[in-house]
Nanobody, 119 residues
Framework: EVQLVESGGGLVQPGGSLRLSCVGSGFTFTDYAMSWVRQAPGKGLEWVSIIDSGAVKTSYSDSVKGRFTISRDNAKNTVYLSMNSLKAEDTAVYYC????????????WGQGTQVTVAS
């Protein structure tokens, strides 16, 4: 059974930092690119970032570029999202998801972790 479990969310002040983690199991982690997607209160899903299976290529949405860094440790089946200079508008539930290159879609999602940026 494919599982993705996020952790690391919480309450942080504006300008602060957090690092989210997502552990994958039930599949060959090194076969898949991994992505982060977020959903702010009352809004739709927003793609945040993606990293390829070999941790060579990354991409970011314009809203987080220069502030967030995606990385992965394939030995630990874990993908990370390091978030710096956090803003109130970064408040959201953050999901990690597996990217299926054959279908060009995010086919499995974690349960999400809440990030709240407030003073």
């Amino acid at each position: 059974e494919v599982q993705l479990v996020e952790s690391g969310g919480g309450l942080v002040q504006p300008g602060g930092s957090l690092r989210l983690s997502c552990v994958g199991s039930g599949f060959t982690f090194t076969d898949y690119a991994m992505s982060w997607v977020r959903q702010a209160p009352g809004k739709g899903l927003e793609w945040v970032s993606i990293i390829d299976s070999g941790a060579v290529k990354t991409s970011y949405s314009d809203s987080v570029k220069g502030r967030f860094t995606i990385s992965r440790d394939n030995a630990k089946n874990t993908v990370y999202l390091s978030m710096n200079s956090l803003k109130a508008e970064d408040t959201a539930v953050y999901y990690c998801a597996r990217y299926d290159t054959n279908w060009a879609c995010l086919d499995f999602w974690g349960q999400g972790t809440q990030v709240t940026v407030a003073s």
